[in-house]
């Protein structure tokens, strides 16, 4: 029995991070056919994701800065494919069932401030504007995200996520029952993404991709991986916590891409926001929201 346990927990570890990466290229995918469209482009071939790791791997690495830089890509993609493992998936949770929102809570922080560790070992002034416009969009978007979380376990009664959506397959979905943290939760999971109007840290125009900018072949390739999974980790998530997760992949793959798209659609709608904005924002708009759905929770 414990043999056939550990099976199982092998097989979790080893196949929810490879299919996270496989629907995450897709998710990409679609970001960049749903911007072209919007722009009036064809866009990128079916496998252009997948032709761009190998192109970045392939490549040599023009910059290193040493080991420091290696360990830091380590927390980046470390991070995420933790956080996969403990995400609730159809016909893979069983380690999810261990985890809680809490767990997941800080993993989540864990690639920002890899990214942070990498970037600080090389002197260029653009790295080091971009990251500090990094941690404090961190700092604005993890806010509203705890009070989400905190309603959330609340209203569930569980920080358990596998029970969260029994929870909802049973009573319905969080959307409905606590529609205003389900608006702050989309507003501060989007901002997490790092896409126009919360892109401060990159901001190709003023700082030269930031954090990026000392990123060159295999560095680059991970980033891009990187964001493979956070898109996976974000659509999983917010469909977890409020869309009732999925009992079959037929039922939960639509789920994610929507919350994706969702997002995606907002990036080519708006212009990019100051730092000073990003944070005025979102301790206003999804703060102010995630807590009067909280007091509407503690009240019911």
Known sequence: MENIQLGE???????????????????????????????????????????????????????????????????????????????????????????????????????????????????????????SRALSSMLAYDIPFVIVITGA???YGSTNLVQIVEIQQQGGWGLFSMPLLAIAGIISMYAMLGKEPFEIYVAPAEIATGPMVEMSGK??????????????????????LFLGGGVTWLTFLPKIFAVVLIAVSITNVFGRYRTDDVLRWMWKWPTGIALLGLAVVMLN
């Open 9 to 131: 927990l092998l097989i979790d570890i080893t196949l929810m991070p490879l299919v996270a990466f496989i629907v995450g290229m897709l998710l990409v995918l679609m970001m960049r056919k749903v911007r072209a469209r919007i722009e009036r482009r064809i866009g990128p071939p079916f496998f252009q994701p997948l032709y761009d790791i190998i192109k970045l791997y392939a490549k040599k690495t023009q910059i290193s800065h040493g080991y420091m830089q290696d360990i830091a890509v380590m927390m980046l993609l470390g991070g995420y494919i933790a956080s996969e493992i403990f995400l609730p998936v159809p016909g893979m949770d069983g380690l999810a069932a261990q985890g809680d929102l809490l767990t997941l809570m800080y993993l989540l922080m864990v690639p920002m401030l890899g990214m942070a560790l990498g970037v600080g070992q090389c002197a260029n002034p653009n790295g080091s504007i971009g990251i």
């Open 153 to 155: 376990a609340i209203s």
């Open 219 to 240: 560095y680059m390739g991970s980033l891009f991986i990187m964001q493979c999974f956070q898109l996976y980790t974000v659509g999983v998530l917010y469909t977890t």
